[in-house]
T-cell receptor
Framework: KAGVTQTPRYLIKTRGQQVTLSCSPI?????VSWYQQTPGQGLQFLFE???????NKGNFPGRFSGRQFSNSRSEMNVSTLELGDSALYLC??????????????FGEGSRLTVL | AQSVAQPEDQVNVAEGNPLTVKCTYS??????LFWYVQYPNRGLQFLLK??????LVKGSYGFEAEFNKSQTSFHLKKPSALVSDSALYFC???????????FGKGTMLLVSP
């Protein structure tokens, strides 16, 4: 079956702009998590959505937001972009319900460059 | 709070030699432990996981990992390294509640011919 799909794969923005990234999870998966990956900070958890509800949130400013739709597709938005937002943004899905092991399946990522 | 430490930024090994990538963890209860691999400009690929039971877990591409509860470690191993194993390896942990998956900083594995 198809894996996690992220779009766009690459994008370039300038400071002050906003960006929206999209993630389609594996069919049947209801949990979507977002991570930011940078060389200096590694993988930082942004947020997790389950059945359209934000279930967990990482330690990021309010400029970072997300949502999940009824078909489990998710979007994340970053407003007022800063140079430090340049990163690989990874989306991961799981079928995670109570008691599940929570194994994540990752997409290829969206590489954001802020100039 | 849960955390993962990967003490080595880089591990170098010659092809054909055994390899070990180290990982230690901290979690309040019993852990779920994972290893992922990332190739350049790609997402993370799942290698293996420890949930319960046998302390030696076998995974994809000939990798295995040993869970050691007393040392809170979950080292990744492979008996004979391949050049194609060269990649970035991440250890991850979460407890058995609803917490998120926490990743280590990653260890770059370089296998020389």
């Amino acid at each position: 079956k198809a894996g996690v799909t992220q779009t766009p794969r690459y994008l370039i923005k300038t400071r002050g702009q906003q960006v929206t990234l999209s993630c389609s999870p594996i069919s049947g998966h209801r949990s979507v998590s977002w991570y930011q990956q940078t060389p200096g900070q590694g993988l930082q958890f942004l947020f997790e959505y389950f059945s359209e509800t934000q279930r967990n949130k990482g330690n990021f400013p309010g400029r970072f937001s997300g949502r999940q739709f009824s078909n489990s597709r998710s979007e994340m938005n970053v407003s007022t972009l800063e140079l430090g937002d340049s990163a690989l943004y990874l989306c991961a899905s799981s079928g995670r319900t109570s008691g599940d092991t929570g194994e994540l399946f990752f997409g290829e990522g969206s590489r954001l460059t802020v100039l | 709070a849960q955390s993962v430490a990967q003490p080595e930024d880089q591990v170098n090994v010659a092809e054909g030699n055994p390899l070990t990538v180290k990982c230690t963890y901290s979690v309040s209860g019993n852990p779920y432990l994972f290893w992922y691999v990332q190739y350049p400009n790609r997402g993370l690929q799942f290698l293996l996981k420890y949930i319960t039971g046998d302390n030696l877990v076998k995974g994809s591409y000939g990798f295995e990992a040993e869970f050691n509860k007393s040392q809170t470690s979950f080292h990744l191993k492979k008996p004979s390294a391949l050049v194609s194993d060269s990649a970035l390896y991440f250890c991850a942990v979460r407890d058995r509640g609803y917490s998120t998956l926490t990743f280590g900083k990653g260890t770059m594995l370089l296998v020389s011919p």
